[in-house]
């Protein structure tokens, strides 16, 4: 019997899929019986994320995001969707008095006019199916909390909470879900970069009740259970993937 | 750059913490009381914005005065 939470015979694009949480979402899907398309700007490293999804029939698109024309030339190249799992973004440390115009744009084309612009285009352009499902990588910052430095980035995680809620309410007359995963920390090649120091980071880890971030793969498991038909009567809702952390 | 200057804007992260009490061999963390995660930020991101160059809190890990952080600035200017 083929069991609810599959995504067999779903086509399911993937953006930000060529690393951490997009990545591993892709693979997730995959696992799950999906057909992925799988987009992001690094071409190598999405070759790598194509080459880890198991079975037949993925494909991948290079598009940026941030670019309005590079979104419009990447919906001509999709067939029609039964889901979405919007992963590309970026974050930053920068308290509010140091920020700057940039910043704002940065971050706001990358985290949220990205995603808000995307969703219209498959919206307008009829690119999903009927009772399709449109998951949004969302955070518990700028939604349930904020971290030192992170005021814009949390008004962008803000931005997509407040868009599903109409966006959810416009397109259920067709079935289509749209719903935001709120994960914590997630160990991800962004934690790289970070300009938190590795102790830093394990004390933080300290704070979670699970006493650890999250896996990638984690938010993968969350995609692929909003993608399915288990969760067929669930939109408009914030999915919190947090390790307990808000309890506190 | 000057170390004049930067211990200036180094201080001027602080509210609390009068400008004469930073001098270059002042080890910051010890001895100035309003220092904090939220200090230490600020000074990274000042770094950033009026010396052009990017710190992490590792960077500073092992530095103890402002002069240790000035000299890792200058470093990598």
Known sequence: MRSIFSLTGKTILITGASSGIGKAVAQQCAVAGATCIITARNKSRLKHTLDSLEGEGHQMVIADLVDLSSIERLSSELPKLNGVVCCAGVVETKMLKFSEDDDLQQLFYTNAFSVIRLVRILVQQKLLHKESSIVIISSISGVKCGYLGGSIYGATKGALEGFIKATALELAPQKIRVNTIAPGMIETPLLDDSIIDADQLEADKLRYPMKRYGLPGEVGYAAVYLLSDASCWITGISLLLDGGYTLN | ?77
């Open chain 2, 1 to 77: 750059m000057e170390i004049n200057e930067f211990i200036k804007d180094f201080a001027d992260q602080f509210d609390e913490t009068e400008l004469d009490e930073f001098k270059p061999e002042t080890n910051y963390r010890d001895d100035i009381d309003e220092w904090s995660s939220l200090t230490g930020l600020a000074i990274l991101n000042m770094i950033d914005k009026k010396y052009g160059v990017k710190l992490t809190a590792t960077d500073i890990k092992d530095t103890k005065t402002i002069k240790d952080v000035y000299n890792l600035i200058v470093s990598k200017k």
